[in-house]
């Protein structure tokens, strides 16, 4: 399997809404290849009000589940409730996936809060229905509730991912708790880790397309990925603005201006590996993927060997894939890594929020 990785996007609650449609959003946008990277999202919740508050997601991709239970309300915090919703209706959930047209998407991306009602109830149902019904990798986008937003969200955080780490072929983790932002109210921090979160998507779903554009020195394709996520995984990125050369002469060279650009290459892997979705042991993982993209001129055969060289000296035996995604016009130096097959025990807080149900 080469190409751009398609996959089929389906945000299931309030946060797996908005997740979703941001995604489809973001590449929408962005979109830098022929091929569409995203060609079937679904949004699927309990309560009508986070259905009508998305933006991009057609109004017939917005699924409203429960409402003879729920009358469209949600289920609030209460996990059993949803998982009781979910699975009852969860033919309807189906001819609704298979309505998208799932012919031509590479996998499935299921995302959820996992600390509320429905996002973390309903996650492990739809991702067993898919792994029942297709042949295509089905991958979970975990959000981890922030140590503030209570002791339930934990334990429902817990007990979705003891269910989805039995279905599910990789479970990418994004720690609110990591990432929330002191000092903004709630909703606008949310609005920022949620960008921050999607901001790489476009880039790895679009750097293996090869048709009518320039391919750089290795191309990271869709079997890369799919070889890749497995198991636990996060993602880190970074970006470096490229200073224009014209004219560079007339003002004051900072110590970043003076990199090269192989060594900006490396750098923002580095970077990268400072902010990850969760914290983790770099170490420990089994399988790493790096992608670095930006202006042809400053991407080199030299720079993506440094960055691998540096990749695979930090995780040692680790499988290590990756390359570069030259975009002309790009302003910018974006170094992405995704770390997968990463023990419980290398995940301090996902260890701590699952020791919420073992010791019960």
Not at 13 to 18: L, N, T, V
Not at 150 to 173: F, H, P, Q, Y
Not at 269 to 276: E, F, T, W
Request: charged share 25%.
């Amino acid at each position: 399997m080469g190409g751009s990785l398609r996959i089929g996007v389906i945000g299931i609650g309030q946060a797996g809404g908005r997740i979703a449609d941001l995604m489809l959003h973001q590449a929408m946008v962005y979109r830098r290849v022929k091929e569409e990277v995203i060609p079937s999202c679904l949004a699927i919740n309990t309560a009508k009000s986070d259905l009508m508050g998305l933006k991009v997601i057609p109004k017939q991709n917005r699924i409203l589940v429960g409402q003879t239970v729920t009358k469209g309300h949600g289920v609030g915090l209460d996990r059993d409730l949803g998982k009781q919703v979910m699975e009852e209706e969860f033919g309807k959930i189906k001819r609704a996936i298979g309505s998208m047209g799932t012919y031509h998407i590479d996998a499935f991306l299921v995302v959820a809060g996992l600390g509320g009602g429905t996002g973390s109830s309903g996650a492990p149902v739809v991702c067993e229905g898919l792994k029942n019904v297709y042949s295509e990798p089905v991958y979970a986008l975990g959000i981890l509730p922030s140590e503030d937003e209570g002791e339930l969200m934990k334990t429902n955080a817990a007990r979705s991912v003891m269910e989805l780490s039995k279905v599910v072929d990789g479970l990418i983790l994004f720690d609110n708790n990591l990432w929330r932002i002191e000092g903004l109210p709630l909703k606008e921090s949310y609005n920022v880790m949620n960008h921050e979160l999607v901001k790489p998507f476009p880039y790895l779903l679009e750097a293996g397309e090869t048709a009518g554009r320039m391919v750089g020195v290795k191309v990271v394709d869709a079997s890369d990925i799919i070889k890749t996520l497995n198991g636990f995984s996060v993602i880190g990125w970074s970006e470096v603005k490229v200073q224009r050369r014209i004219f560079s002469f007339l003002r004051r060279r900072t110590s970043i201006d003076q990199l090269n650009p192989a060594t900006m290459c490396q750098m923002s892997l580095v970077d990268a590996s400072i902010r990850l979705t969760a914290e983790c042991d770099i170490k420990s993982v089994k399988r790493a993927l790096f992608l670095i993209a930006g202006p042809p001129s400053e991407l080199s055969r030299e720079g993506v060997e440094r960055a691998r060289s540096w990749l695979q000296q930090v995780v040692g035996d680790a499988e290590v894939r990756g390359g570069d995604f030259p975009i002309p016009g790009e302003k910018k130096i974006t170094g992405i890594l995704v770390l997968s097959g990463i023990d419980l025990d290398n995940l301090p807080r996902l260890k701590k929020i699952m020791s919420k149900i073992s010791l019960r």
